[in-house]
């Protein structure tokens, strides 16, 4: 419910206006408390001041295992807690086994203590000390090379290449688990934006990028399955066709994340409207490769023809990126 107050001046030049009590009385504000401000653009965001308190959360997983215990685990990590308690009448080895697998695939997380009927993990990062840009930075690196190491195991049928791709994977993904919790950060306290150096807006539109990343990143992976499965060499037609598509691909991607990353704002939106005018040529690019399936067994073709889409579809997140860095340059009302 929206409430109203007046402004007023006292000794003749210190602005001061009231707080309700309500809201003050709920968060423990009493005369002689200090109050935190937050200026962002034409707002002011006021929170209570607190010590520095590590967030502790609780878990019932007694009915939970593997994949879903591992997504509960993810999802309270995500949501912020540095002190996750997982709890049961008595924890299985299955629940113990998949709990460590969890810890593992999550930054900065460890098992602190561990009982019959309880298991503690503590996140040991300073959220203070993380940076949402180089984590987005990092996810572009791996994700692209992922994408050239796949098409190169394709067309050298290297599977020791596609496996260290697949394997690769994890490290996107924990990347993309990193960037997901700071941005929540952002969105519960002003104080985690201020600690960034990043107004909100800029974060969602990291988060958003980092989305089509870890997007990528799976497409690299499908690539690197299916190339395990093909045991005859792919045509040199059909390999060259592949390589061209794929530097296309990459370089809207990488057009879209320089579009993202560039303060000049008309800079900004050359670049990401060149990479979004790029991915029509991409699709018809594709096309072509398809007529060339054609002559292939219908076996080979449809494995190859999954491919060619995983690099299209590449390609098109990267035209997302490239939207989104649009709506970044476009001008704040």
Request: charged fraction near 30%; include cysteine; hydrophobic fraction near 40%.
């Amino acid at each position: 419910m929206v409430e109203t107050r007046k402004v007023q001046v006292t000794g003749g030049s210190t602005f001061t206006v009231s707080i309700p009590k309500d809201w003050a009385t709920a968060n423990g504000i009493s005369a002689g408390s200090e109050v935190e401000f937050y200026p962002e653009g034409d707002s002011l965001f006021l929170t209570p001041r607190t010590e520095e308190e590590r967030t502790e959360g609780t878990l019932d997983i007694t009915n939970l295992e593997s994949d879903e215990l591992m997504r509960a685990v993810m999802t309270m990590y995500v949501s912020g807690f540095d002190i996750i308690g997982l709890e049961s009448g008595r924890i299985t080895t299955d629940q113990r086994r998949t709990i460590r697998e969890a810890t593992q695939s999550l930054v900065g997380l460890e098992v602190l203590e561990e009982t019959r009927d309880r298991v503690v993990i503590r996140d040991l990062l300073d959220s203070s000390e993380l940076s949402i840009h180089n984590a987005v930075t990092r996810m572009r690196l791996i994700a692209l090379s992922m994408l050239e190491d796949a098409i190169e195991a394709l067309t050298e049928l290297d599977q020791d290449m596609a496996l260290d791709v697949i394997q690769r994977d994890d490290d996107v993904d924990r990347l993309w688990m990193v960037v997901s919790r700071i941005f929540r950060a952002t969105l519960r306290t002003p104080k985690a934006a201020e600690e960034l150096g990043l107004p909100r807006e800029v974060c969602f539109d990291y988060q958003s990028a980092a989305r089509q990343l870890e997007r990528v990143a799976d497409h690299a992976t499908k690539i690197a399955h299916l190339t395990l499965e093909i045991q005859e060499p792919v045509p040199d037609d059909v390999a060259d066709a592949l390589r061209e598509l794929y530097t296309e691909a990459t370089k809207v991607v990488d057009d879209g994340m320089d579009a993202l990353f560039t303060e000049e704002s008309s800079e900004a939106t050359r670049l990401a409207n060149e990479a979004r005018e790029s991915v029509q040529a991409i699709d018809e690019r594709a096309r072509a490769i398809d007529e060339l399936l054609r002559e292939l067994d219908p076996a080979r073709a449809q494995l190859l023809g999954l491919i060619v889409d995983s690099v299209s579809r590449s390609a098109d997140y990267g035209g997302n990126i490239a939207e989104t860095a649009l709506q970044k340059a476009a001008p704040t009302p």
